[in-house]
């Protein structure tokens, strides 16, 4: 089964900018791929996401326009982007693979199946 390793994140202030990194250990372009993140005492809620072979990307309305998902496909790695940071924006981020995933349930947790080990960013004000 394919593995997700995550790298980035940390400590920064607000309207800093970091970048999250999740490499996969096998290809992974044919199914969903997301981003998620949960703050503490919360659910985990969907951040941003790949459509199979990344034919569009979807992005929460509390990050569009701050943050931007990418891949390599050459590197089996997906990125995100995060610019304008707030102190909202602190939590665990978790990047994901869903192999039952479809278009209507893209944005819940639960339909994903492979999930990074996740990474915390912590923004201070």
């Known amino acids: 089964q394919v593995q997700l390793v995550q790298s980035g994140g940390g400590l920064v202030q607000a309207g800093d900018s970091l970048r999250l990194s999740c490499a996969a250990s096998?290809?992974?372009?044919?199914?969903?791929i997301g981003w998620f993140r949960q703050a503490s005492g919360n659910e985990r809620e969907f951040v941003a996401g790949?459509?199979?072979?990344?034919?569009?990307?979807n992005y929460a309305d509390s990050v569009k326009g701050r943050f931007t998902a990418s891949r390599d496909t050459a590197k089996n790695t997906v990125y995100l982007q995060m610019n304008s940071l707030k102190p909202d924006d602190t939590a665990v981020y978790f990047c994901?693979?869903?192999?039952?995933?479809?278009?209507?349930?893209?944005?819940?947790?639960?339909?994903?199946?492979?999930w990074g080990q996740g990474t915390q960013v912590t923004v201070s004000s």
């Open positions: 994901a693979v869903g192999t039952r995933v479809i278009m209507s349930t893209m944005r819940r947790s639960e339909f994903y199946d492979i």
């Open positions: 096998g290809r992974i372009w044919s199914y969903y």
């Open positions: 790949f459509s199979r072979g990344a034919s569009s990307i």
